[in-house]
């Protein structure tokens, strides 16, 4: 039986989004992996729902530099959690 990997939709939104930039920059995992200094097959993992790889914020503030945007673009505009006004104090 194969374990299922679950990434969460803020995890998820920003994986998508950067594959998008990646991709309209034509660029390759390999490519984007030695721009973002990690080894060449992390980018495939965090692409792939199989694998728990994600990028952290380190790799947002270099894919930031990397894409020339702000690392606000790896974010949505609003909270995705639908029940996040339970942890506002």
């Known amino acids: 039986m ?3 990997v679950v990434k969460s939709e ?3 939104f920003a994986i998508n989004k950067a594959k998008k930039l ?4 034509n660029l390759s995992q390999s490519e984007l992996a030695f721009k973002l200094g990690v080894s060449n097959g992390f980018i495939g993992q965090v692409e792939s729902i199989k694998f728990p790889s ?3 914020l380190d790799h947002i ?3 930031a530099l990397i894409f ?3 690392p606000k673009e ?3 505009e ?7 006004e339970e942890f506002l104090l």
Not at 78 to 84: A, E, G, Q, R, T
């Open 61 to 63: 503030d270099k894919l």
């Open 2 to 4: 194969s374990k299922s």
């Open 54 to 56: 994600k990028y952290n």
């Open 74 to 76: 790896f974010l949505p």
């Open 78 to 84: 609003l909270p995705i959690n639908k029940n996040s």
């Open 68 to 70: 020339n945007c702000s």
């Open 10 to 12: 803020i995890e998820l």
């Open 22 to 25: 990646r991709e309209e920059a």
